[in-house]
């Protein structure tokens, strides 16, 4: 059978959409940088892209600074921050590696947010601190956790970061075409999303800033994006990013995907809860992305189950995929508040737009004949 591909949260394939539109923008050529007519063109292009995304997260066309990812746009808002004077500073304890590494780098009192088994900030915590604090506070928080699938309460974070005074910056890449734009558009003051998450080309992202907000450019270069970020702009990743937000970002369009994923993840669940007794899913009882399931299976280790699951021809992985190849204890758990070894004995399946129902089953399947071979013990009635 083809390979079963569960990790839409690493990169989610390519939409028809967002291949054709980046084709088409590769085949134009032309810097939009340029004042000749080639460089019109691209740099049209690249403004119908900024329209494009922007109404699809409703907000201003001057508010999107167009990055190279993720991991550039969270920089550049980090960066921004610094530079407008913001802090204290308080950091969700289980944000991206791109946010936490750089958090640590540009304020090494930063404070971190406390969470819950189910990765859940704990807001009652943030709040004291917000109301005892001096200054213009920062607060770093994602919208949901790549590897738990956790969706933070960001009106309540924002709500009582606003009142405090203070900015709040917005990790969405795990949001966008999986929720409803209207559950965070317009809580953050600077809001981070990327392309290869919703099916859009690797390559680009996108920093919205909230209306006031400045970016500030701390790298020189041409100036490009309107003196916010140097470098040319890579418009066909962007037209192609463009193109599958209007598709994903559609109301009608989350709720589908959201039927899709939440059936599929439910087979995967039920399937395995009813054969192994040793096995947990982290965050089931709190909200979570539809499509995202973190599973521990205690003892077993993470790395050696992601081995095994490719070997049997199905695609997921441990921890996030940030760490070029590398497969580790994950520090999102052990932020929760897990041991040593089970925050070393998770994997993470996550369905997409073109998974189909039958994976989830067909998934369990195949991690269950891997639990057999590791010598993991099922239930009378699964073997």
């Known amino acids: 059978m083809d390979r079963l591909y569960a990790d839409h949260n690493a990169t989610s394939p390519l939409r028809p959409e967002a291949r054709e539109a980046k084709l088409r923008m590769m085949d134009l050529g032309g810097n939009p940088s340029s004042v000749h007519g080639e460089g019109r063109a691209a740099k049209r292009a690249l403004e119908d892209a900024r329209e494009s995304l922007a109404q699809a997260l409703e907000c201003a066309a001057d508010a999107v600074t167009f990055t190279s990812g993720a991991t550039e746009a969270l920089h550049l808002a980090m960066e921004s921050a610094k530079a407008l004077g913001f802090g204290p500073v308080y950091v969700s304890s289980v944000e991206h590696d791109a946010v936490w590494s750089y958090a640590v780098k540009l304020w090494p009192e930063a404070q971190l947010i406390p969470v819950n088994k189910g990765a859940l900030l704990d807001v009652e915590w943030l709040g004291q601190q917000l109301e005892c604090q001096a200054g213009q506070p920062l607060v770093i928080a994602q919208g949901a956790n790549n590897e738990t699938g956790t969706i933070q309460p960001l009106n309540l ?48 992202g996108a920093l919205v800033a909230a209306p006031g907000i400045d970016v500030f450019n701390a790298r020189a ?38 039927d899709l994923t939440s059936q599929t993840r439910h087979a995967f669940e039920l399937a395995l809860a009813g054969a192994l007794a040793d096995v947990d899913f982290v965050s089931h009882h709190v909200r979570r992305l539809t499509n995202t399931s973190c599973v521990l299976a205690d003892g077993w280790e993470g790395a050696r189950q992601v081995m095994a699951m490719d070997l049997a021809g199905a695609a997921v992985s441990a921890g996030s995929a940030c760490s070029s190849g590398k497969v580790k204890m994950s520090r999102v758990l052990k932020a929760c508040g897990y041991s040593d070894t089970a925050a070393a004995s998770s994997i993470r399946a996550s369905f997409g737009w073109s998974s189909r129902i039958e994976d989830g089953a067909r998934l369990a399947e195949l991690y269950l004949q891997a639990a057999t071979r590791a010598g993991r013990t099922l239930s009378n009635q699964a073997a």
């Open 221 to 258: 270069g041409g100036g490009q994006e309107r003196g916010a970020r140097s470098g040319t702009e890579n418009v066909a990743a962007i037209a192609g990013f463009a193109a599958a937000a209007a598709v994903a970002c559609q109301d009608d369009a989350v709720l589908a995907y959201q």
């Open 157 to 204: 974070i924002s709500t009582r970061v606003r009142a405090a005074g203070g900015a709040l910056l917005c990790d969405a890449v795990q949001l966008l075409g999986k929720v409803s734009v209207a559950q965070f558009a317009g809580l953050a003051d600077w809001l981070v999303v990327s392309s290869h998450k919703i099916g859009g080309p690797m390559g680009a």
